[in-house]
């Protein structure tokens, strides 16, 4: 069973590893750009499966692909779920709450929010529990450091701004996740 589930895993990573590659080829269409949003709706999602540059996508690349083996416990379908919630989550917030950012691309704000969503979920194993807090311990420190001294190392590495604004709305979106993911699981098992 466990082979099963990390067959599952890897093939899960090469997939979404490989249309973010592909998007990336064509990023001008699938960016987002706050003047067509809704009328290119797919930029809800696409906006956060695109990066600025190859570096930039080799980075989160590389951060997503780590994500489910550092939390074995989470499974396929939580992180398509949170691939699928989390995009449209942050791309509304945007036009919305931040009317100033125009134009976005990246997977940073999604991975925050995954790694906070599925490492609140982990406090509820005690074998995990500790590594999870800690997990949290460094996006909060992380969050903390890029809104007060700034970002400039990765900024000057990607070749763009960083924003962490997106960031910010990633771990909130997460939090929100793991809420509804935790509140579910009990009323199931009740």
């Known amino acids: 069973m466990k082979t099963q589930f990390l067959v599952q895993k890897i093939v899960f990573l090469a997939i979404f590893v490989s249309l973010c590659a592909c998007l990336q080829v064509f990023k001008d269409h699938f960016i987002y750009w706050q003047d067509t949003l809704f009328h ?11 990066h600025v540059g190859w570096i930039h996508f080799f980075l989160n690349m590389l951060a997503f692909i780590c994500l489910p083996f550092i939390f074995p416990r989470a499974a ?17 917030s945007f036009y919305f709450f931040l009317p100033d950012i125009e134009a976005y ?4 704000g999604v991975l925050h929010g ?7 979920v982990h406090l509820m194993y005690k074998r995990e529990r500790n590594f999870a807090a800690f997990v949290l311990f460094l996006i909060l420190a992380k969050l903390v450091w890029e809104n007060t001294i700034g970002n400039t190392g990765t900024a000057e590495l990607i070749g763009s701004p960083v924003l962490v604004e997106a960031h910010l709305l990633g771990v909130i979106g997460g939090v929100i996740l793991a809420i509804g993911y935790i509140v579910g699981s009990y009323l199931i098992d009740k």
Do not use: E
């Open 114 to 120: 995954a790694y906070v969503a599925v490492a609140c």
């Open 40 to 50: 290119d709706f797919w930029r809800l999602w696409t906006a956060h499966w695109v």
């Open 76 to 92: 396929v379908w939580h992180f398509i779920a949170i691939l699928l919630i989390l995009s449209p989550l942050i791309s509304l």
């Open 105 to 108: 691309a990246g997977l940073s």
